[in-house]
């Protein structure tokens, strides 16, 4: 257990940076990818099968409320699977680390791309980040966010140069400048643990002037 004055004493291996994706839920700063479970999209054929019946039933009929009822129930169904999933998730990043890094994403803006946003909606961000952040203050751990236009993608963890031509689809790309190989969501990870050690660092520096 750590004093919030001890965390720039914390080793390198209890840091742990997510770079957080559709794709995989997260990547981890070790490289390890988490599958994104898409509890949405898993039942989707079977919320549209039950919503072409209920269109098809009298409002107000003993039909059209069963199966509004069967709707609603589906929808709890997915929302306890993605809840559950996101407390296990967080409470084994709380337990195994004594800093997480988390980019801070604009996650309302970015749902309102229509081809994305029920994917984004699926894999709740925003609900997973409450969960850890809760989660570390009931153990005296640290939540370090990364602001949001910090270019982890585009930047090499080898040389520090960034690669302004890197587009989305390049999911490996090899460094101009040094030759580094990436993994691209793996490289995004390390540069955001980095950056949070950087803040972590610049936190306790200024606590130690106070």
């Not at 054929?45 to 609603?72: D, E, F, M, P, T």
């Amino acid at each position: 257990m750590y004093e919030t004055s001890d965390f720039s004493k914390i080793p390198d291996d209890q840091i742990i940076a997510l770079d957080l994706g559709l794709l995989h839920f997260y990547i981890d700063s070790n490289g390890k990818k988490v599958d994104n479970p898409k509890f949405l999209k898993t039942k989707l054929k079977k919320l549209a099968k039950l919503q072409r019946q209920l269109k098809n039933k009298k409002i107000g009929s003993s039909n059209n409320k069963k199966l509004q009822k069967k709707i609603s129930k589906l929808h709890l169904h997915i929302a306890n699977m993605r809840k559950d999933f996101l407390h296990k998730e967080s409470r084994k990043l709380v337990n195994e680390n004594q800093v997480i890094v988390l980019e801070d994403l604009n996650v309302k803006g970015m749902i309102k791309n229509k081809k994305l946003s029920r994917s984004i909606a699926d894999v709740s961000w925003s609900m997973f980040k409450t969960f850890v952040s809760y989660k570390a203050d009931w153990a005296n751990k640290k939540v370090i966010p990364v602001d949001r236009f910090f270019a982890s993608s585009k930047q090499c963890n080898g040389c520090h140069e960034k690669n302004t031509m890197l587009s989305l689809s390049d999911r490996e790309w090899i460094c101009p400048n040094c030759g580094t190989k990436h993994d691209r969501d793996v490289n995004a990870a390390k540069n955001i643990k980095e950056e949070g050690i950087r803040i972590l660092n610049e936190l306790y520096a200024s606590s130690e002037v106070a």
